[in-house]
C-alpha cells in the first residue's frame, strides 16, 4: 500500500500551504484528492487529525514544511502511518475479531463479513481487502523441512499480495495491461492523475496523445511520462512522481512437488518466489534448484540457492498471465553433518561436489579436522564409508562425485591442549605458555616475570607422567638464572610453582585494643618489636577516656598456652618493647568511677532517675521532673536513703520533708540528696478531680452525671436523672463498665432501686460507666432448635407477643409446637437483655422452668446424645423393681406430708 503513501504526504502538504500555491489548483476542493485520502485512512483505521497529531508529536509539522522537506520525510512519515496502523489492529484484536476461514486453491485470502456502512466506507475496505497479504491459517502450516532453501517457504520469509501492501513495486516491474498508475506533479502546476493501462498498452491523457507503457519497466516509464508530460505541465524533474496505484490481477497454475498445486488468482507483483509461498512451497522431494518457470513455450530455471545468494534476482522472474511453475522432483539431496556452520540437507545439481556444498554450508567451523572428509553411502546393498582428502579435493587433485543419499561427514578437532607447560605463584604472569618457544625452564621464567617478593630457592616443578602419575623436582631458580646451575628442559604439560618469600617466614601477631582511636593487629617476625610510644602512633594515639595504665598479655608464640600480665605505665613505660604475640590493652579510666542515681516519683508530671552529683538540689530535682501535680502535698515530701557501714548491711532511712510553691525546702533547710536517695512526693489526702458517668435511654433526663462521691451507686444516678419515665425496661437496664475494659456488668436494676445504698445489690459506679436503660419491648424471642417450629424463608428466630409472666415451657408449647423427642429440656434458657440468665432447675424428678419477661429470649441449649444401638433385652427383676417402686413412694409420701 505504500504507493498510497505519496498521495497522502504530498496532499497533506498541498492543504498545509494555500497560500504557497494560490495561483494552482486547491487540494482542499478536489474532490477526487479528498475522496482518496479518506478511503485510505478509513482503510487503515486512521484519520488525517489523527496522522498530523502524530506526526507533530515526533517534531514533523508537515504545516510549516516545504515539499523537498516531504520527500526528505517521506520514510519516517510511512513508518509513522505503519505504527499506526498496528496499533488500531492490536486495540482490534484485544477486543475479538471474527476468525478466518480456511482459503481454497483459487483465493489468498478470506474475509469476515462487514457490517452495514456507507458507500464509501464500502470502497474503502474493499480496496483494504484486496490489499491483504496472502497468510495460511493455523491449519494450512506445514511442518518444517530438514532441507537447506526450503525454510524461505515455509516461515513467512516471502509473502505474496493481491495487489499491494507494505511493498513498493521495484524499477524493475514490468508493466501491462490491467495496471493502474497514479501520476502527481506538485510543481508550478498541479495534478494528481490516475491511468489504466488499457488492453493495447498504452494510456489516453486528456489533450495529450497516447502514451504506451506496456512492456516498459517502471524505471523507463518514468522516464517517458517526465518527457511526455513536461510539455503540458510546468514541473521539474524532482516534482513528478509515478507510482503504482493497483497491478494488474493474473491467473497461475502451479504443479509438481508442492504443498499445494492447482490454480492461482494473484498481483502481477508477485515473482514466482512469492507465488510458491502461496503453494506452500516444494515438499521434501520438490527439487529448489530446478523450478521451472513456463510461458507459452519459453522456460526459465529458478534456482533457489541462487536467490539466496543475491535476493535480488527475483525480480528476475516476475510472473505473467497465465504462467505455469512446475516443482520438478530433487534429482540429488546430500546430507551434510559434523564441524560445518550450517549442517543439513542440501540439493546439489549437475556437476557441484564436495567444495559447492561447504559452500552452501556457510564454511567450515574452526575445529574441524582438515586431514580428511568422509563420505556414507549405499554401494552393493551395503552401507559403506569411505574417507577421502579434504585437501586434495579443496585444490581439486581429485574429484569426488556426490551420489544421491550421501551423507559427506567433517570430524571435529577433539585432541585436547597438551603442547605448552604453565606457571604460577609470585610471577607477573601466570598462565600456559607455548611448548615450542618456551623449551627451557630460565626461558618460561623471564617470559612470565618472577616478583621481587618470590622465593627463588626452592621453586617446584611438577611433571606428569604417561602412568598419570606425578614427579616432584625442587630447584634453584636463581642458580638456573644466573648459569650456576643447568639450566632445565620442559616436557608436555609441565607445571612451576613460585611461592613468596612469606610462605616460609614465622609470623606472629601484635595487637593493640582499648581505649585507642584505631585498634590494630599487625604481623611480624619473631625477632622484631616495637615500642609503646611506637604501636600507640600505629593505633592513632589514645582516645580521651583513656587511663595512662595499660596491660601487656604476653604469650610466647611457641608456648601458646602460658599467659604473661605485665602492667605498664604509657608515660613512663613508653619504650617498653612490644614482641610478637604480644596484646597490649589500654584501660578506661571512667570504668573505675562509681556512678549513683537520684530518683523521684509520686505525684510529679514525670518521674525520673538521674546521674547523682553534689550540686543537685531537691528544688532542681523537682524541676527536672517537671514539677509536681495538682494534687501533690508538699507538706509530706518523703525520702528513702541508704546509710552505708563498713562491716554490714546498709541502714534504711525515710526522712520527711516540706517544701514550698517554688520547691525550696522549709523544714530541714540544710537538707542535702545523697547518693541513691529516692523521693516520693505524696498526694493530698481524698483529692480526686471530677468523675463522670453516662446514662442514656429512657430517663426523664439523660446525659453525663459527674459522680459526687467516690461511693457513687446506680440509685444516686437514676435520682440525679429525675427518675424513670413511663417507657422504661427495668428489668433490662444494663451497665457497660470501660475503666478496666470488664464490659458488661450484671445485676438487677429493680433490687438496686428497692435496696438503695445495699451494696449487695445497688452497684458501686466507676468513671467512664455507661448505664442504658431499654424500652419497654413485648416481644419475646424464641430460638428454635430444639423445638418443632420450622422457620420461613426470611426467618432467623422466632417472635411472638409477650402474653404475660408464664413459664418458658409454655411459651415453647403454645407457640413453637412443643420441644422435640432429642431436646434436652433442663437446658432451657431464659436470656435477659441486660445479660441475666434463668436456668430450668430440678427438683427430684420434676423441672422448674424459668418465668419470662417482656424482651426475654429463650434459648434450647443442647440436645440429647443419640441413644446406642438397642443391645437384646434383659430378663426383668420383679423383685427388685417392686423394691425401687415401694421406696420411691415412701419418699413421695413424704414429700407431700413436709409440704402440707
Known amino acids: 500500500m505504500r504507493r498510497y503513501f505519496s498521495i497522502l504526504f504530498f496532499s497533506v502538504f498541498l492543504l498545509s500551504a494555500p497560500s504557497k500555491f494560490a495561483r494552482s489548483q486547491d487540494a482542499r476542493n478536489n474532490a477526487q484528492v479528498m475522496t482518496q485520502i479518506r478511503a485510505i485512512l478509513s482503510a487503515k483505521g486512521l484519520t488525517e487529525d489523527e496522522v498530523k497529531v502524530r506526526l507533530r508529536s515526533r517534531n514533523i509539522d508537515v504545516d510549516k514544511m516545504s515539499d523537498q522537506e516531504v520527500i526528505a520525510q517521506r520514510p519516517t512519515i510511512e513508518a509513522i502511518i505503519n505504527e499506526m496502523e498496528q496499533e488500531k489492529k492490536q486495540k482490534a484484536a484485544g477486543t475479538g475479531t471474527a476468525s478466518p476461514a480456511p482459503a481454497s486453491s483459487t483465493t489468498n485470502?478470506?474475509?469476515?463479513?462487514?457490517?452495514e456502512t456507507t458507500d464509501e466506507q464500502n470502497a474503502a475496505k474493499k480496496q483494504a481487502v484486496e490489499m491483504a497479504p496472502i497468510v495460511l491459517v493455523k491449519s494450512e502450516v506445514p511442518t518444517p523441512s530438514s532441507i537447506y532453501g526450503h525454510h524461505i517457504f515455509k516461515d513467512n520469509?516471502?509473502?505474496?499480495?493481491?495487489?499491494?501492501?507494505?511493498?513498493?513495486?521495484?524499477?524493475?516491474?514490468?508493466?501491462?495491461?490491467?495496471?493502474?498508475?497514479?501520476?502527481?506533479?506538485?510543481g508550478k502546476s498541479q495534478a494528481d492523475l490516475q491511468y489504466e493501462i488499457n488492453e493495447n498498452g498504452y494510456i489516453q491523457p486528456a489533450q495529450m496523445p497516447k502514451i504506451f507503457l506496456s512492456g516498459l519497466t517502471l524505471k523507463s516509464a518514468r522516464e517517458l511520462l517526465v518527457n511526455r508530460f513536461s510539455s503540458f505541465y510546468v514541473f521539474n524533474k524532482d516534482q513528478f512522481a509515478l507510482t503504482l496505484n493497483?497491478?494488474?490481477?493474473?491467473?497461475?497454475?502451479?504443479?509438481?512437488?508442492?504443498?499445494?498445486?492447482?490454480?492461482?488468482t494473484t498481483s502481477a507483483l508477485n515473482t514466482a518466489l512469492n507465488a510458491l509461498a502461496v503453494a506452500g512451497g516444494p515438499t521434501n522431494n520438490g527439487s529448489v534448484r530446478k523450478i521451472q518457470i513456463m510461458r507459452g513455450s519459453v522456460k526459465k530455471i529458478l534456482d533457489v540457492y541462487a536467490f539466496m545468494r543475491n535476493p535480488i534476482l527475483q525480480f528476475d522472474f516476475y510472473l505473467q498471465n497465465n504462467d505455469i511453475i512446475y516443482v520438478p522432483p530433487a534429482e540429488k539431496i546430500i546430507t551434510l553433518q559434523g564441524a560445518v556452520n550450517r549442517p543439513m540437507k542440501y540439493e546439489l545439481i549437475d556437476n557441484e561436489g564436495i567444495p559447492e556444498l561447504i559452500d552452501f554450508a556457510g564454511g567450515l567451523q574452526s575445529n574441524v579436522y582438515t586431514e580428511f572428509v568422509q563420505i556414507e553411502r549405499f554401494e552393493n546393498n551395503?552401507?559403506?564409508?569411505?574417507?577421502?582428502?579434504?585437501?586434495?579435493?579443496?585444490?581439486?587433485?581429485?574429484?569426488?562425485?556426490?551420489?544421491?543419499?550421501?551423507?559427506?561427514?567433517?570430524?571435529?578437532?577433539?585432541?585436547?591442549?597438551?603442547?605448552?607447560?604453565?606457571?604460577?605463584?609470585?610471577?607477573?604472569?601466570?598462565?600456559?605458555?607455548?611448548?615450542?618457544?618456551?623449551?627451557?625452564?630460565?626461558?618460561?621464567?623471564?617470559?612470565a616475570k618472577l616478583k621481587p617478593e618470590a622465593k627463588l630457592d626452592?621453586?617446584?616443578?611438577?611433571?606428569?607422567?604417561?602412568?598419570?602419575?606425578?614427579?616432584?623436582?625442587?630447584?634453584?631458580?636463581?642458580?638456573?638464572?644466573?648459569?650456576?646451575?643447568?639450566?632445565?628442559?620442559?616436557?608436555?604439560?609441565?607445571?612451576?610453582?613460585?611461592?613468596?618469600?612469606?610462605?616460609y617466614t614465622n609470623l606472629f601477631n601484635i595487637s593493640v585494643s582499648g581505649e585507642v582511636r584505631n585498634p590494630f593487629e599487625r604481623p611480624f617476625r619473631y625477632d622484631q618489636s616495637i615500642s609503646i610510644k611506637e604501636a600507640l602512633g600505629l593505633a592513632g594515639e589514645l582516645k580521651p577516656t583513656a587511663l595512662f595504665n595499660a596491660y601487656v598479655y604476653r604469650?610466647?608464640?611457641?608456648?601458646?598456652?602460658?599467659?604473661?600480665?605485665?602492667?605498664?605505665?604509657?608515660?613512663?613505660?613508653?619504650?617498653f618493647k612490644l614482641k610478637p604475640g604480644d596484646r597490649l590493652f589500654v584501660l578506661n579510666k571512667d570504668v573505675y568511677k562509681r556512678e549513683f542515681d537520684v530518683s523521684i516519683a509520686g505525684e510529679v508530671n514525670n518521674p525520673i532517675s538521674i546521674r547523682y552529683d553534689s550540686t543537685l538540689k531537691m528544688k532542681d530535682l523537682i524541676k527536672l521532673a517537671g514539677g509536681v501535680t495538682l494534687g501533690s502535698d508538699l507538706n509530706r515530701v518523703d525520702i528513702f536513703r541508704l546509710r552505708f557501714n563498713k562491716d554490714r548491711a546498709p541502714d534504711k532511712q525515710v526522712l520527711s520533708l516540706t517544701i514550698d510553691k517554688e520547691f525550696n525546702v522549709i523544714s530541714g533547710a540544710q537538707f542535702e540528696l545523697q547518693p541513691l536517695d529516692y523521693v516520693v512526693i505524696r498526694r493530698i489526702p481524698e483529692f480526686q478531680l471530677q468523675d463522670f458517668v453516662t446514662i442514656s435511654g429512657e430517663v426523664k433526663t439523660p446525659g453525663v452525671y459527674s459522680m459526687t462521691?467516690?461511693?457513687?451507686?446506680?440509685?444516686?444516678?437514676?435520682?440525679?436523672?429525675?427518675?424513670?419515665?413511663?417507657?422504661?425496661?427495668?428489668?433490662?437496664?444494663?451497665?457497660?463498665?470501660?475503666?478496666?475494659?470488664?464490659?458488661?456488668?450484671?445485676?438487677?436494676?429493680?433490687?438496686?432501686?428497692?435496696?438503695?445504698?445495699?451494696?449487695?445489690?445497688?452497684?458501686?459506679?466507676?468513671?467512664?460507666?455507661?448505664?442504658?436503660?431499654?424500652?419497654?419491648?413485648?416481644?419475646?424471642?424464641?430460638?428454635?432448635?430444639?423445638?418443632?417450629y420450622i422457620l420461613g424463608e426470611n426467618q432467623k428466630v422466632l417472635q411472638v407477643n409477650y402474653q404475660g409472666n408464664y413459664s418458658a415451657k409454655w411459651y415453647i408449647r403454645n407457640f413453637a409446637?412443643?420441644?422435640?423427642?432429642?431436646?434436652?429440656?433442663?437446658?432451657?434458657?431464659?436470656?435477659?437483655?441486660?445479660?441475666?440468665?434463668?436456668?430450668?432447675?430440678?427438683?427430684?424428678?420434676?423441672?422448674?422452668?424459668?418465668?419470662?419477661?417482656?424482651?426475654d429470649r429463650i434459648v434450647i441449649t443442647t440436645m440429647k446424645p443419640q441413644r446406642p444401638e438397642r443391645k437384646e433385652a434383659k430378663q426383668v427383676d420383679w423383685d427388685k423393681f417392686m423394691t425401687k417402686v415401694l421406696a420411691f413412694g415412701s419418699m413421695l409420701g413424704l414429700v407431700l406430708a413436709a409440704t402440707r
Open 709 to 788: 462521691s467516690k461511693r457513687y451507686q446506680f440509685s444516686e444516678l437514676i435520682a440525679q436523672a429525675e427518675g424513670l419515665n413511663q417507657f422504661a425496661d427495668i428489668a433490662n437496664i444494663s451497665l457497660i463498665r470501660y475503666a478496666d475494659n470488664s464490659g458488661l456488668v450484671v445485676f438487677n436494676a429493680a433490687d438496686a432501686l428497692n435496696n438503695k445504698g445495699n451494696t449487695a445489690k445497688d452497684p458501686i459506679l466507676l468513671p467512664g460507666d455507661l448505664i442504658t436503660v431499654p424500652r419497654l419491648n413485648n416481644i419475646v424471642r424464641i430460638e428454635t432448635m430444639g423445638t418443632r
Open 382 to 447: 551395503a552401507v559403506v564409508i569411505k574417507d577421502y582428502s579434504l585437501d586434495d579435493i579443496l585444490k581439486k587433485r581429485i574429484n569426488v562425485e556426490l551420489k544421491r543419499g550421501d551423507i559427506v561427514r567433517f570430524k571435529a578437532i577433539n585432541t585436547p591442549l597438551s603442547e605448552f607447560v604453565s606457571i604460577e605463584g609470585s610471577i607477573d604472569y601466570a598462565g600456559n605458555y607455548e611448548l615450542g618457544t618456551t623449551k627451557m625452564l630460565s626461558a618460561l621464567l623471564k617470559k
Open 458 to 503: 626452592p621453586i617446584f616443578l611438577i611433571r606428569k607422567n604417561l602412568d598419570q602419575s606425578v614427579q616432584i623436582l625442587s630447584l634453584n631458580a636463581e642458580a638456573i638464572l644466573t648459569g650456576k646451575s643447568a639450566d632445565i628442559a620442559l616436557q608436555k604439560k609441565d607445571e612451576v610453582i613460585i611461592y613468596d618469600q612469606a610462605r
Open 555 to 575: 604469650t610466647d608464640p611457641f608456648n601458646a598456652k602460658k599467659t604473661e600480665y605485665i602492667p605498664v605505665s604509657l608515660t613512663d613505660d613508653a619504650g
Open 157 to 186: 520469509t516471502l509473502q505474496a499480495y493481491r495487489i499491494s501492501k507494505d511493498a513498493s513495486p521495484p524499477d524493475l516491474y514490468i508493466l501491462a495491461p490491467g495496471d493502474k498508475i497514479n501520476i502527481i506533479i506538485f
Open 246 to 264: 493497483t497491478s494488474r490481477t493474473i491467473n497461475l497454475n502451479i504443479f509438481g512437488e508442492v504443498d499445494r498445486s492447482g490454480s492461482y
Open 817 to 855: 409446637g412443643g420441644f422435640k423427642k432429642d431436646a434436652e429440656r433442663s437446658s432451657v434458657l431464659v436470656v435477659r437483655e441486660n445479660g441475666l440468665i434463668k436456668k430450668t432447675s430440678r427438683f427430684l424428678f420434676f423441672k422448674n422452668y424459668p418465668n419470662v419477661l417482656y424482651g
Open 109 to 115: 485470502t478470506t474475509v469476515a463479513k462487514p457490517a
